[in-house]
């Protein structure tokens, strides 16, 4: 249990074109789910995290209209990479917490996306 | 502001025990978490403190002292594909479903 996905796994694409990634929680429901992006041997950066049915909440220094995130359901959460350049490129995480665990310490993380643009 | 800090690399043979520490400054402390991730992959969970001591789940072990703002991961008994990055992270009080991940330690495990 506990499953979280991404699609897609990896998308290439030109400069100033928008990238949507999509992450959805397989087999609970997600209120919260968060946003992270990864560059090559650094940690993760928390960009955001996403509450169904309102805003995304962002970290400091994110672009909120760079990084549309829209959780349209409590399995459903998505990021839209606008106009995007090739200092995007980056490997974009998403988790989620299953709330109705007893423990609900553990995230579970989503495979990620690699953004590359050209 | 926040900051984790963690070694960048630790390198180990096979069978052998190594300990990532982690040291924090954070306002509003309320738990540590540990995960894993191999290159190109999700991290994964491996432990959580959230009082001071020892937690124990198999082969790996986390500690934390609130008091010194420290805690490590205790790899026992190394394996190959235990070489991976390692994380620290931080959950606070506010907002506390959120984590700020340490700067991440590289382990080498060489037969």
């Known amino acids: 249990g506990a499953v979280v996905s991404q699609h897609p796994s990896w998308v290439i694409c030109k400069s100033g074109t928008s990238v949507k990634i999509e992450c959805r929680s397989l087999?609970?429901?997600?209120?919260?789910m968060f946003w992270y992006r990864q560059f090559p041997k650094q940690s993760l950066m928390l960009m955001a995290t996403?509450?169904?049915?309102?805003?995304?909440?962002?970290e400091q220094g994110v672009e909120k209209d760079k990084f549309l995130i829209n959780h349209a359901s409590l399995t459903l959460s998505t990021l839209t990479v606008t106009s995007a350049h090739p200092e995007d490129s980056s490997f974009y995480i998403c988790?989620?917490?299953?709330?109705?665990?007893?423990?609900?310490?553990?995230?579970?993380f989503g495979p990620g996306t690699r953004l590359t643009v050209l | 502001g926040q900051s984790l800090e963690q070694p960048s690399e630790v390198t180990a043979v096979e069978g052998a025990i190594v300990q990532i520490n982690c040291t924090y400054q954070?306002?509003?402390?309320?738990?540590l978490s540990w995960y894993q991730q191999h290159d190109g992959g999700a991290p994964t969970f491996l432990s959580y403190?959230?009082?001071?001591g020892l937690e124990e789940t198999g082969r790996f072990s986390s500690f934390l002292s609130r008091s010194d703002s420290y805690g490590y991961l205790l790899l026992q008994e190394l394996q190959m594909k235990d070489s991976a990055s390692y994380f620290c992270?931080?959950?606070?009080?506010?907002?506390?479903?959120?984590?700020?991940f340490g700067t991440g330690t590289r382990l080498l495990v060489s037969p």
């Open positions: 992270a931080v959950r606070r009080s506010t907002g506390f479903q959120k984590l700020v």
């Open positions: 988790s989620a917490s299953d709330l109705d665990k007893l423990s609900y310490n553990e995230q579970f």
């Open positions: 087999d609970f429901q997600a209120t919260t």
């Open positions: 996403s509450n169904e049915g309102s805003k995304a909440t962002y």
């Open positions: 403190n959230a009082l001071d």
């Open positions: 954070t306002s509003g402390f309320y738990g």
